[in-house]
């Protein structure tokens, strides 16, 4: 499994949707600047954000503590881009494709968690099992050494 997030198609959709999700927040009255549009651009930005933090991690679990973190910020923001659009604040071209995009950015993450999740149930699985190599606890030691 890839630990560069540039390679990681998920990422770029994020990005792209992120780069959308500016261009079409441009427009938003006035008195929602600092309301749901700064939430609608904070949650595409989080997406993003913390799969490249996540990659940067050592461990499997920090990996997908992040991946989780980017899941929830990506369904947030699939939920903000759908009420903006009910309150008539995204015009009708775009709509649909934010929503894919957004809807798809959502299901690769899941699937991406879902992989990373068994792969770290592999890995405790794999160094809980008899015949590793173990250091001796110092009540095993003989008392010359």
């Known amino acids: 499994m890839s630990r560069n997030y540039r390679q990681l198609r998920v990422y770029e959709d994020a990005r792209q949707l992120t780069l959308a999700v500016y261009k079409n927040t441009q427009h938003f009255p006035r008195d ?58 995204i015009a009708s071209q775009p709509r649909l494709q934010l929503v894919e995009t957004s809807n798809g950015v959502v299901r690769q993450l899941q699937r991406l968690v879902d992989q990373i999740e068994a792969l770290e149930r592999q890995e405790r699985s794999s160094a809980a099992r008899p015949g590793r190599v173990r250091s001796p606890k110092p009540e095993d030691r003989s008392p010359t050494e």
Not at 45 to 51: D, F, H, L, M, R
């Open 32 to 89: 929602e600047w600092f309301g749901i549009r700064l939430q609608i651009r904070r949650a595409a930005v989080s997406t993003g954000a913390n799969i490249v933090e996540g990659s940067a991690r050592k461990t499997t679990r920090d990996y997908c503590n992040f991946l989780n973190i980017s899941l929830g910020s990506a369904s947030e923001l699939a939920y903000l881009l759908e009420l903006s659009m009910d309150l008539g604040f």
